[in-house]
């Protein structure tokens, strides 16, 4: 790369001279790629998460969801508040797809009612309240982080009634030790 000068054409010689030596010696291109999520070194993460305002940075465990999660910051800051924003970011900490049920009324959009413990029928504020179902089977400190980032992500308005992964089975094959780690679905 050429070195470029900002003097006019009718510089003098004693201007060009203190241009060449005020220089830096350090070549600005390596900046580039700092404020680029997929190509940013892995040790600069942090502060690029800190620079686009990332919330719950720490809960990105490896370097690809550390990346997703960055990538992804500005359209969930754009969409905060909507099932959207709440669907990207379990699917950027790898917590899993999830299916949002609004209102405790036991109604649901197509007009038929649900008798599954979560509807409250006498409640008229139950329309605040929603609940997450989660594919995959979650930990106890995994539930705490979702009810976290549900915390920051979801309607401020809203209330979690629980978090439901009994589709995600808690199996008997040694995969999710029985030592108080896991429920068995509902946190």
């Known amino acids: ?15 060009n001279a203190l ?3 005020r220089r830096p010696a350090a070549d600005p291109s390596a ?5 680029d999520a997929a190509r940013c070194p892995a040790q600069l993460l942090p502060w690029l ?10 809960a990105a465990t490896t370097e690809e969801q550390q990346r997703a999660v960055i990538a992804s910051s500005i359209s969930v800051h754009r969409r905060k508040g909507t099932v959207a924003a709440v669907r990207q970011v379990f699917r950027d900490l790898g917590l899993g797809e999830v299916t949002i ?3 405790a009324n036991g109604h649901s959009y197509d007009g038929s009612t649900s008798f599954d413990g979560f509807a409250n029928y006498d409640d008229v504020g139950g329309w605040a309240e929603y609940r997450v179902h989660v594919d995959k089977l979650l930990s106890v400190e995994q539930a705490a982080l979702a ?10 308005r809203c209330h979690l009634w ?12 040694n995969l999710a030790a029985f030592d108080g780690s896991y429920t068995y679905g509902v946190a």
Request: glycine content about 6%.
């Open 1 to 15: 790369m050429t070195p470029r000068s900002l003097l006019p054409p009718n510089q003098t010689a004693i201007e």
């Open 19 to 21: 241009a060449l030596s």
């Open 31 to 35: 900046l580039r790629h700092l404020s």
């Open 49 to 58: 998460a800190w620079a686009r305002s990332v919330d719950r940075f720490e």
């Open 101 to 103: 049920d609004e209102g």
């Open 147 to 156: 009810r976290d980032i549900l915390t920051d992500v979801a309607p401020v």
């Open 162 to 173: 629980g978090l439901d992964f009994t589709g995600a089975e808690l199996l008997y094959n």
